[in-house]
């Protein structure tokens, strides 16, 4: 009798448990596109706290060394900062490009602003930044890559810039 109390008590047990998990993760849903299957999971690059937003992307300084390239954008100083890390050197950071990002974007000072940004990848080895900016309805395009001059570090690059919105505000 009592082992068929802890055998129904561990049925019971099993049971709430598939039906919490099931409960806390929410519907499951399948989205397929063109009959491959299910889309991969994908992890988000970017955070944001206040007035700043992270990103991360690959940069191709070396193609033979694959290194992040880390993106920081400063509301507060209107500036857009970015770096690689350098894993031969042991995850050395090294040194900051700055882009200020009012100016690229027309941004009047004080004005009430609303970045968005986030990576993607648009070759091997290669990220690119797409910076949403929704007061000017402006939207940019920037990689990061090895500084021309031949100094270590990187440079911003914009590619392009163009509104998304006709009438913005």
């Not at 955070?47 to 400063?74: I, K, Q, S």
């Not at 031969?88 to 040194?95: H, T």
Request: charged share 15%; with cysteine; hydrophobic share 40%.
């Amino acid at each position: 009798m009592k082992r068929a109390g802890i055998f129904i008590g561990g049925i019971v047990g099993l049971v709430l448990g598939i039906v919490g998990t099931v409960f806390c993760a929410g519907p499951v849903s399948r989205v397929v596109r063109n009959n491959n299957g299910p889309d991969p999971l994908q992890a988000g690059n970017s955070d944001r706290f206040e007035d700043y937003v992270m990103c991360t992307g690959a940069v191709a300084v070396n193609p033979r060394a694959p290194t992040d390239g880390v993106w920081l954008l400063d509301y507060r100083a209107g500036k857009l900062l970015a770096t690689v890390i350098d894993r031969s050197q042991g995850g050395k950071i090294l040194g900051f490009a700055e882009l200020n990002i009012a100016q690229e974007f027309g941004i009047p000072p004080k004005q009430n602003v609303h970045f968005m940004m986030t990576t993607g990848t648009i070759a091997q080895g290669q990220a690119a930044l797409y910076v949403a900016e929704t007061t000017t309805g402006k939207f940019a395009v920037y990689t990061l890559g090895p500084d021309p001059a031949g100094q270590q570090g990187v440079v911003i690059r914009r590619h392009d810039m163009v509104l998304f919105r006709k009438n913005p505000g």
